[in-house]
């Protein structure tokens, strides 16, 4: 898709070939002091959350826009999910979030689990990473 996108002239796109979770953007000599957005494809299970950390955390050293903390000013940011069942609690960026619903983390591992029905046909809890083998669903 970005080939395309590479013959305008106007567009300055480079691509960073990298595990999400070392990418630095305040280390991208071509991010300093331009507006920039940042495009994801086919960002699996945890590489979501690896990436709106990477993108947006560093941004703001609070919970206000106006506070900076960096040259890199993000301008917009498109990901593609999927392999939800992938989801780790340790990468999830929004845990208190759904602790506040309720949801434990033996429960986040289960949803994410739940959403494999649709991609394959291994419905086993062998590979599940349960403290409680005894968690009962119907809470939720």
Same mark, same amino acid.
């Given at each position: 898709?970005?080939?395309?996108?590479?013959?305008?002239?106007?567009?300055?796109?480079?691509?960073?070939?990298?595990?999400?979770?070392?990418?630095?953007?305040?280390?991208?000599?071509?991010?300093? &002091?331009?507006?920039?957005?940042?495009?994801?494809? @086919?960002?699996?299970?945890?590489?979501?959350?690896?990436?709106?950390?990477?993108?947006?955390?560093?941004?703001?050293?609070?919970?206000?826009?106006?506070?900076?903390?960096?040259? &890199?000013?993000?301008?917009?940011?498109?990901?593609?999910?999927?392999? @939800?069942?992938?989801?780790?609690?340790?990468?999830?960026?929004?845990?208190?979030?759904?602790?506040?619903?309720?949801?434990?983390?033996?429960?986040? @591992?289960?949803?994410?689990?739940?959403?494999?029905?649709?991609?394959?046909?291994?419905?086993?809890?062998?590979?599940?990473?349960?403290?409680?083998?005894?968690?009962?669903?119907?809470?939720?």
């Amino acid at each position: 898709a970005d080939r395309s996108l590479r013959q305008k002239e106007s567009l300055t796109i480079e691509r960073l070939r990298i595990d999400i979770e070392d990418l630095d953007l305040s280390a991208v000599e071509s991010l300093r &002091n331009v507006p920039y957005l940042a495009i994801g494809k @086919h960002l699996c299970g945890p590489a979501t959350d690896l990436a709106l950390r990477c993108c947006l955390m560093e941004q703001y050293t609070q919970d206000n826009v106006e506070h900076c903390s960096s040259n &890199n000013y993000i301008r917009g940011l498109s990901i593609a999910t999927c392999c @939800h069942h992938h989801c780790q609690w340790k990468h999830y960026t929004n845990k208190k979030y759904m602790l506040n619903l309720g949801i434990t983390k033996e429960e986040f @591992h289960a949803i994410s689990w739940f959403t494999s029905w649709a991609v394959d046909a291994d419905h086993g809890l062998d590979h599940l990473d349960f403290t409680d083998s005894r968690m009962h669903l119907e809470s939720m």
